[in-house]
């Protein structure tokens, strides 16, 4: 614990722990419209506006912020309006974003060591500023998506259902768009774009193992999300290791342990089960 004594470990922690809750908050909408992938799409997008902040010599969070909502928007309405599939729309966010974003970044005068920084993670270098947009940008996030679950939960569990119960529907899903490149930008020097994803879906799969109603999945995943991103970083500290990284596998045994324990669980069920029903009684047989 001595290593958090540094101020530099003091804003790794805090941003973690705020990226841990809020991108759950948001990823559970995400999995209840089966666009678990969308976060990896925006990803990329989002390292064009790292490339675009690094080339103009402006923040490359704000940028990316700015560029990765654009894109986010654009998606949304594409799939809305159904002119191509939600897969080809994501496949050209993947390949788009990325292209651009190692073209931008090979045009600026940064290193290779900065693009991992936002491809991978880099909690440790996360500055006083980078810190400030973190907290804020996250914390309204997670005061939205709190907020708004009930409208968020109708549109996602049933658009026509929340159309014709008079939701404004294609506002919501572009909040939900946004809060997606949101919560992507901001993760960025935490996970890094290549594993945010991963954040964002991995504690909600753990939370459904043992949880039913929505609101309970919700608060399940977030504390998840906490504990993976407050043990990544005590790991990370003590084992020398990629702070990143180490969330995503620790989200990840967490599924593991929960998916065996809950599976365990099923299976002594159906055994107490068939152990109480009684045993059916034999047909007397007269022979006449």
């Given at each position: 614990?001595?290593?958090?004594?540094?101020?530099?470990?003091q804003?790794?922690?805090i941003?973690?722990?705020?990226?841990?809750?809020?991108?759950?908050?948001?990823?559970?909408?995400?999995?209840?419209?089966?666009?678990?992938?969308?976060g990896?799409?925006?990803?990329?997008?989002?390292?064009?506006?790292?490339?675009?902040g690094?080339?103009l010599?402006?923040?490359?969070v704000?940028?990316a912020?700015?560029?990765?909502?654009?894109?986010?928007?654009?998606?949304?309405?594409?799939?809305?309006?159904?002119?191509?599939?939600?897969?080809?729309?994501?496949?050209?966010?993947?390949?788009?974003?990325?292209?651009?974003?190692v073209?931008l970044?090979?045009?600026?005068?940064?290193?290779?060591?900065?693009l991992n920084?936002?491809?991978?993670?880099?909690?440790?270098?996360?500055?006083?500023?980078?810190?400030?947009?973190?907290?804020?940008?996250?914390?309204?996030?997670?005061?939205?998506?709190?907020?708004?679950?009930?409208?968020?939960?109708?549109?996602?569990?049933?658009?026509?259902?929340?159309?014709?119960?008079?939701?404004?529907?294609?506002?919501?899903?572009?909040?939900?768009?946004?809060?997606?490149?949101?919560t992507?930008t901001?993760a960025?020097?935490?996970?890094g774009?290549?594993?945010i994803?991963?954040?964002?879906?991995?504690?909600?799969?753990?939370?459904?193992?043992?949880?039913r109603?929505?609101?309970?999945?919700?608060a399940?995943?977030?504390?998840?999300?906490l504990?993976?991103?407050?043990?990544g970083?005590?790991?990370?500290?003590?084992?020398d290791?990629?702070?990143?990284?180490?969330?995503?596998?620790?989200?990840?045994?967490?599924?593991?342990?929960?998916?065996?324990?809950?599976?365990?669980?099923?299976?002594?069920?159906?055994?107490?089960?068939?152990?109480?029903?009684?045993?059916?009684?034999?047909?007397?047989?007269?022979?006449?």
């Amino acid at each position: 614990m001595e290593l958090f004594q540094y101020p530099f470990m003091q804003r790794a922690l805090i941003a973690a722990l705020v990226i841990g809750l809020a991108a759950p908050a948001l990823g559970i909408y995400l999995v209840q419209r089966r666009l678990t992938l969308i976060g990896d799409g925006i990803g990329h997008v989002a390292l064009t506006g790292v490339g675009a902040g690094l080339l103009l010599n402006r923040s490359p969070v704000l940028v990316a912020v700015v560029v990765a909502t654009l894109g986010a928007v654009a998606i949304e309405l594409v799939r809305a309006r159904g002119r191509t599939s939600g897969d080809l729309a994501l496949a050209l966010l993947f390949y788009g974003g990325i292209a651009g974003g190692v073209m931008l970044v090979g045009l600026s005068d940064a290193t290779s060591a900065n693009l991992n920084a936002y491809l991978f993670g880099s909690l440790t270098t996360i500055s006083p500023r980078d810190l400030t947009t973190i907290v804020v940008l996250g914390v309204a996030l997670l005061v939205t998506m709190l907020a708004l679950r009930p409208a968020l939960f109708a549109v996602c569990h049933d658009e026509e259902y929340a159309r014709v119960a008079g939701l404004p529907v294609r506002a919501l899903n572009l909040l939900l768009a946004v809060g997606t490149a949101i919560t992507v930008t901001i993760a960025m020097r935490a996970v890094g774009v290549l594993l945010i994803s991963a954040l964002m879906v991995v504690p909600v799969a753990t939370a459904q193992q043992v949880t039913r109603g929505f609101r309970t999945t919700m608060a399940a995943a977030m504390a998840l999300g906490l504990f993976a991103a407050g043990s990544g970083v005590w790991v990370a500290a003590n084992a020398d290791t990629a702070p990143g990284a180490s969330v995503v596998l620790l989200a990840i045994a967490s599924f593991l342990v929960v998916a065996l324990a809950a599976a365990g669980r099923r299976a002594l069920r159906r055994r107490r089960a068939e152990a109480a029903t009684p045993a059916p009684e034999p047909h007397e047989v007269v022979l006449g």
